[in-house]
C-alpha cells in the first residue's frame, strides 16, 4: 500500500464507523490505534510516535478550560429541575399573550435567557416543549410553527454565552474562552433578533398560525381587569433612567471600557427595579401592578445569575472557569431561596454532570489517538494539500469550509465536528490570517444547524420525545427547516460583517490577501530534516495552552521522544 492513501483511508474509515452507529470516542482510538499498527508495521511510522500517548491524556487532564464543561452543565440542570424555566415562560406569556404569535416570542426571549443561563441544549428543548408546545397547539397555534420555534430557541444555548460549544471550540483553537464568549454575544442576539422577524413575518402572511391569547386565558390581570402594563412600563423608564443617569455621573471623567459601563449600568437599574418590587410588596402600596411585580421577581433573579457569570467574565473579574463555579453556587442558592432544592434533585443534576463531563473527556482522548496517528501518516499534509486547489483565497476557504461542515453536521454532531475537523482547519486558517475567535464563532453558528436538520438533529429528538402524539414528527422536521435557513444567513452575516464578532476583542482580526494556494505553498514542506521533530510540536498544537511573550514551554518528554524518533520520510 501506498503511504499517500492511508490518510485518506483512515478518514474515510472514521466516517464509516461513526454512521455504523459505533459511539465517538472509542470509534476515534479504535480507528486510531488500529492505523497506527498498520503504518507501523509497513513502515510509514516509527513505533515511538505512540509513546506520546500519555503526555496527551495528561495534557488533557491538567486543562483548566475544561473545567468550565462540568460546572455550567450543573449550573443549567439545577436551573432547569428549579422551575424557572416554567416561571419565565409562563409570565413572558402572559405580558405578549395578547399580540398575535404572542407565544412564540415568548418562547424565544426564554430561550435566549435559558441560553445565557444554562448553556445546554436538552434542558432548554425539553422544558419548553413540556411548558409551551401543549398551550401553543391549545390555542390554535400551526404545529409546524411551534415545534420550530421551539426547537430553534432552544439551540441558542450553542451560540449565546455560557455554551459549552464555545468551550470546546476555544479549547481546539486554542483562543480565549472569555474572547470566544465576547465576540459570541452580537451574532447570538442578532439570531434571536432574526427569529423574531420570521415570527412577525409569519402573523403578518398568516395571523391563523399564530393567534394571540383569548381574553380568557390572560390571567395576569389586576382586579379591576387592567393588563398593569403601564406600571411595568413605567418601573422600566425608571429603571433605564437611573441606569443611565449612573453612568454619566459616575464614568463621566473616566476612561473605562464601554463592556463594563454597560454591565454596571444595567446592574444599577436591575437592582433599582428590584428595590422599588420589594418595597412595594413589603409595604402593600399598591405603586405597581401585580403584572410589573411578577416581571420583576421572575425576571431578576436569572438576570443576576448572567451578570455573576457573564458579567464578570467580561469585565475581566474571573475566569470562565471561575464564572462557571460562581453560576453554579448561584444556581444552587436559586434553588434553595425557591425551595427546590433537595437531595434527589442535587443528585440527578450530578450524575447528568458526570455522564456529560465523562464523555467528553473520552472523546478527547480518543481524539488525541486519532490524531496521533493521522500525524504518523502524514493526515496534517494531506489536509493542507486539499485546499491548494480553491479558487477565491480567504473567501474561497471560507465557503469551502462552511459547506464541509454544513454537510458533516446531518451525520455528526458538535462534538464530533470539534473534535475531529477543527484541529484539521485550525492550522489552515491561522496560515491565512484569519482571526481564530472569529473563525470559531464562525464554525459555532454553523455547527448550531447539527441541531436543527434531519435526520440526526438532537434538538428535534428532544423535541420529538416530549411533543404530543398528535405532531407528527414531519411537522416538527419541516418547522425547523425555516430555522436552519435562518441559521445559514447569520453565518453569512457573520463573514459579510467580521466587525459583529471583531469588535468586542482586543485586537483587529488579521486579514490576508493571499491564496490559499500560496499560503500552502508558504507551509514547511515534508523533508527529513524539516519534518524531525514536527510531530511532536503538532501534536501539542492545539492543546489550548498558551504562554505569555518570552515565556520558555516546559519540557515535554513525549515532545523529545519524537524528535528523537522523527516521521518518515
Not at 511510522?45 to 500519555?54: D, E, S, T
Not at 448572567?306 to 464578570?312: A, N, R, S
Not at 484569519?434 to 459555532?444: N, Q, Y
Amino acid at each position: 500500500m501506498s503511504p499517500e492513501f492511508m490518510a485518506p483511508l483512515m478518514f474515510a474509515s472514521l466516517i464509516l464507523f461513526l454512521l455504523i452507529g459505533y459511539p465517538v470516542a472509542f470509534s476515534l482510538s479504535a480507528v486510531g490505534l488500529l492505523f497506527a499498527v498498520i503504518a507501523i508495521e509497513l513502515g510509514f511510522m516509527p513505533a515511538a510516535l505512540l509513546q506520546a500517548l500519555p503526555q496527551q491524556v495528561f495534557d488533557i487532564m491538567r486543562n483548566d478550560t475544561l473545567l468550565a464543561i462540568p460546572f455550567f452543565t450543573f449550573m443549567g440542570l439545577i436551573l432547569e429541575r428549579s422551575g424557572m424555566a416554567e416561571d419565565m415562560l409562563e409570565t413572558i406569556g402572559q405580558l405578549f399573550g395578547r399580540i398575535r404569535g404572542g407565544l412564540a416570542y415568548a418562547v424565544i426571549f426564554v430561550g435566549a435567557l435559558l441560553a445565557a443561563t444554562t448553556g445546554v441544549v436538552a434542558a432548554s428543548v425539553i422544558s419548553m416543549g413540556l411548558i409551551s408546545l401543549p398551550i401553543m397547539m391549545r390555542y390554535g397555534y400551526d404545529a409546524r410553527v411551534a415545534s420550530g420555534v421551539i426547537a430553534a430557541s432552544g439551540t441558542l444555548a450553542q451560540i449565546i454565552p455560557p455554551s459549552l460549544v464555545l468551550i470546546v471550540l476555544a479549547d481546539q483553537l486554542g483562543t480565549s474562552v472569555g474572547d470566544m464568549y465576547a465576540g459570541a454575544l452580537v451574532p447570538g442576539l442578532t439570531l434571536v433578533l432574526l427569529y423574531v422577524l420570521y415570527v412577525f413575518i409569519v402573523t403578518v402572511v398568516r395571523p391563523s398560525a399564530a393567534p394571540a391569547l383569548p381574553p380568557e386565558a390572560r390571567t395576569l390581570r389586576e382586579d379591576n381587569g387592567s393588563s398593569g402594563t403601564p406600571s411595568l412600563l413605567a418601573l422600566l423608564a425608571v429603571s433605564i433612567v437611573a441606569g443611565v443617569a449612573y453612568d454619566q455621573f459616575h464614568y463621566a471623567a473616566t476612561d473605562r471600557p464601554m463592556d463594563e459601563r454597560i454591565i454596571v449600568s444595567a446592574l444599577i437599574g436591575i437592582a433599582i427595579a428590584f428595590g422599588a418590587a420589594v418595597v412595594n410588596r413589603v409595604t402593600k402600596m399598591g405603586l405597581l401592578s401585580r403584572a410589573a411585580e411578577k416581571v420583576v421577581f421572575v425576571m431578576v433573579p436569572p438576570l443576576m445569575l448572567i451578570f455573576l457569570v457573564l458579567g464578570t467574565i467580561f469585565l475581566g473579574v474571573a475566569t470562565p472557569t471561575e464564572g462557571g463555579a460562581m453560576g453554579a453556587a448561584g444556581a444552587i442558592i436559586l434553588a434553595m431561596i425557591k425551595g427546590k432544592l433537595n437531595l434527589d434533585l442535587t443528585r440527578q443534576a450530578m450524575n447528568s454532570t458526570l455522564k456529560l463531563t465523562t464523555f467528553v473527556v473520552f472523546i478527547l482522548i480518543g481524539a488525541r489517538v486519532f490524531r496521533i496517528a493521522f500525524i504518523g501518516v502524514d493526515g496534517d499534509a494531506w489536509v493542507e494539500h486539499l485546499f491548494d486547489s480553491l479558487p477565491g483565497g480567504v473567501v474561497g476557504f471560507l465557503v469551502v469550509v462552511n459547506i464541509l461542515v454544513f454537510v458533516l453536521a446531518f451525520f455528526l454532531d458538535f462534538f464530533e465536528i470539534a473534535f475531529i475537523i477543527v484541529p484539521l482547519l485550525a492550522p489552515i486558517a491561522a496560515k491565512l490570517g484569519i482571526d481564530l475567535v472569529w473563525f470559531g464563532v464562525m464554525l459555532g453558528v454553523n455547527m448550531q444547524t447539527s441541531f436543527m436538520h434531519p435526520p440526526f438533529g438532537f434538538a428535534l429528538f428532544y423535541l420529538r420525545s416530549v411533543a404530543p402524539k398528535s405532531i407528527k414528527t414531519t411537522d416538527i422536521y419541516w418547522g425547523a427547516i425555516p430555522f436552519v435557513i435562518i441559521q445559514i444567513l447569520m453565518v453569512a452575516l457573520v463573514i459579510a460583517f467580521p466587525k459583529l464578532v471583531t469588535h468586542a476583542l482586543h485586537g483587529p482580526a488579521a486579514e490576508s490577501t493571499q491564496t490559499t494556494e500560496e499560503v500552502l505553498q508558504s507551509l514547511p514542506q515534508d523533508t527529513p530534516e524539516q519534518t524531525e521533530g514536527d510531530g511532536g510540536a503538532a501534536l501539542m498544537e492545539g492543546s489550548g495552552a498558551t504562554l505569555p511573550a518570552g515565556a520558555e514551554p516546559e519540557p515535554d518528554p513525549a515532545a523529545a521522544l519524537l524528535e528523537e524518533a522523527g516521521k518518515s520520510p
